[in-house]
């Protein structure tokens, strides 16, 4: 198993970082779209086998159009920003009143608070978090298929896979070799305190790594290496949030991972969860503390 991890961790940074400098922007948004969608589907598989029944399609095309809204509206300037959320908002009140609509003609669903509340989930637990990957990449310049990637934005990207990433590293390593006190058992049994530390520490010595190989810049913005350590610790707390969280879904489902698409790892889901609240917690900090 670890060596099919690290077979699909190498391919997956090559396809990142492929996607980051040649891919168009026609492609960049197939490839949110696609992302989501997919992950948004392995989460809709495991509510199915807790036995909750969802409106999949629906929440995937609301899902895909929350990211096509921001994508083809944001930019860099207050106006652009307001009018991204104002899309945003439209498509979100859209979401809501399809879900609604589409429970009316369930003639033998005699579960329909549940599906709603878990259709809606989906849609806010994955494309609504993933959004901001959106948001990370195109808020330096105006977004739209005539618009390619920043450098800021593609080293937004690469910082937050990086700090994240090496989290679960460091939360791994750690809890394998000296771990012994469990970190929350009822909800992700193999996780210890040890390891919980060590993934911080791993997640600020990338951090501040990072700032160094980068000249304290992440493009347009001042990266010093105090911001560095604060977002490493910050960063590694909210991954590790979003790995509990993702822990809790699987053990509500009686599922080991969120699928099998990826050798050695699970599902697309099982590698974005920490990833999926790590995104808008480094969007809030670069917009309200390093921009």
């Known amino acids: 198993m670890l060596k099919y991890r690290l077979i699909s961790g190498v391919v997956m940074s090559v ?125 330096w310049h105006s977004a739209g298929l005539s618009n390619e990637i920043s450098h800021t934005g593609r080293m937004l990207i690469f910082y937050l896979v990086l700090v994240v990433k090496m989290t679960d590293t460091g939360a791994y390593t750690v809890g394998r070799l000296i771990g012994r006190h469990k970190l929350i058992p009822r909800i992700s049994p193999a996780k210890t305190w040890e390891g919980f530390f060590g993934g911080i520490i791993f997640a600020v010595i990338a951090s501040c790594a990072f700032a160094w190989v980068t000249d304290f810049t992440i493009g347009v913005l001042s990266f010093p290496l105090a911001q560095a350590m604060i977002l490493g610790v910050v960063l590694a707390l909210s991954g590790t949030a979003g790995d509990l969280f993702e822990s809790l879904l699987k053990r509500s489902a009686g599922a080991k991972d969120s699928g099998k698409a990826l050798p050695g790892m699970g599902g697309l889901l099982d590698v974005l969860d920490s990833l999926l609240f790590g995104a808008p917690v480094l969007y809030v900090y670069v917009r309200l503390i390093l921009a």
């Not at 807790?50 to 809204?69: E, K, Q, S, W, Y």
């Not at 439209?90 to 009316?104: D, E, H, P, W």
């Open 15 to 139: 396809a990142l970082i492929l996607a980051a400098y040649y891919l168009r922007p026609l492609y960049v948004w197939l490839v949110l779209i696609a992302v989501s969608s997919f992950a948004q589907y392995e989460f809709y598989a495991m509510v199915n086998m807790a036995g909750v029944p969802v409106f999949r399609l629906v929440g995937i095309l609301c899902g895909g159009a929350m990211i096509t809204a921001t994508f083809c509206t944001i930019g860099p300037t207050a106006e652009d920003i307001a009018r991204a959320y104002r899309w945003e908002q439209l498509v979100m009140v859209g979401t809501l009143i399809a879900v609604f609509l589409r429970q009316f003609p369930q003639k033998f669903n005699d579960r329909p608070i549940a599906t709603i509340g878990c259709t809606l989930l989906g849609i806010w637990y994955v494309p609504f978090l993933f959004n901001y990957f959106t948001r990370l990449v195109y808020i």
